[in-house]
């Protein structure tokens, strides 16, 4: 028997869930998206990037609307009507939905029934709130991006985070991958490492790292430029 997207996840009564990563991310948003509509949650869908225009469907409601206030009340509408809200402020030349900037989930979220916000989201400027999280994770994820990303990303994560960041990810270089160490970025930082050793259930766990960093006291942010993103040797 298949897990539903919406078990597997545990989600609360009221949550904003972003989908950040490479391939899958969309279908994913999707499919969770069906299954909280089909057990009578007010679910809206929306990106901080670019996403395709979905497929005509009885269930989905395009909205695109670059005016915030007439934006809600138009999110407002499909839902009253049963649909799901796919939002952004633009379309762009090539067709794709333009993203709605990240302090717009909060509004969409204060919307009066609204239970799940689930966004696409850009991992450089994630649409959370200073200090939202306990914990914030990355699995397979900053490998993939270069240099300057990869730092914006890391401060992103220092921003939302209260106590720990937690990182799954590879170590080797390849074509699509940049050997980072995040241990040794941390130590460079000065955080503290609860934890960081190889993933022994890996195909090959010599490239691999998963990593355990603690926050210091009061450390409110990191500029990206300020995050001294190292290489593994």
Sequence with gaps: MR?????????????????VGAG???????RLAREL??????VVVTTTTKILVPPASPDLEVVVEPQPARLLAAVATALALGRIPVVARATTAK????GVPPEWVADLAALPGVAHVLVEADGAALPFADKSFDVTLSSAVILHNKFPNARKMI???????????????????????????LKKTYE??????VD??????APDPTITQFTVAELPSGLKSVRPEDVPL???A
């Design 37 to 42: 509509h089909a057990g009578g949650a007010l």
């Design 3 to 19: 897990l539903a997207l919406r078990e597997a996840l545990a989600l609360g009564d009221r949550e904003v869930v972003a989908f």
């Design 230 to 232: 190292q290489y593994h």
């Design 95 to 98: 067709g794709k939905l333009e």
């Design 196 to 201: 960081s050793k190889q993933i022994p259930v």
């Design 188 to 193: 460079k930082m000065g955080f503290k490492i």
């Design 24 to 30: 899958g991310k969309t279908t994913a948003l999707f």
């Design 155 to 181: 401060s992103e994560m220092v921003r939302v985070s209260r106590k720990y960041l937690v990182h799954n990810e590879d170590t080797d270089v390849t074509f699509t991958r940049y050997g980072y160490d």
